[in-house]
């Protein structure tokens, strides 16, 4: 298979495969990414492995949805700070350029 072509995946296996690449890190880990602006904030309502899929289909409609009702944006300084406060750790996922995180709260 040349470089060019790509292995077409349904919408279940796609969310396998996302399924399998999701993973926890700390804030310490984080921080290069959110340096590089790439971090996306997935609302706990949400479930990180269906936005990620819709990421990866770029489902624009969906994704502007999600913008319009704040239920992901991009990280800030202010959720940088926070983040640092309670030394957190995260759900995440990588859908280049982006990494979209779920922050695990602890009860």
């Known amino acids: 298979m040349s470089d060019n072509e790509r292995i077409e995946l349904n919408a279940e296996e796609?969310?396998?495969?996302?399924?399998?690449?999701?993973g926890q890190l700390s804030w310490q880990?984080?921080?290069k990414y959110f340096a590089k602006g790439n971090v996306i904030i997935v609302?706990?309502?949400?479930?990180?492995?269906?936005?990620?899929a819709q990421f990866a289909e770029d489902d624009k409609d969906a994704v502007a949805e999600w913008i319009n009702s704040e239920k992901?944006?991009?990280?800030?300084?202010?959720?940088?700070?926070?983040?640092?406060?309670?030394?957190?750790?995260f759900w995440t996922v990588v859908v280049a350029p982006w990494i979209l995180v779920q922050e695990i709260v602890k009860h």
């Open 14 to 22: 796609l969310r396998q495969k996302i399924n399998l690449e999701t």
């Open 29 to 31: 880990e984080l921080q």
């Open 43 to 52: 609302t706990p309502e949400l479930n990180l492995i269906d936005v990620a």
């Open 72 to 89: 992901i944006k991009r990280a800030l300084d202010d959720d940088a700070r926070q983040w640092n406060v309670r030394n957190s750790r």
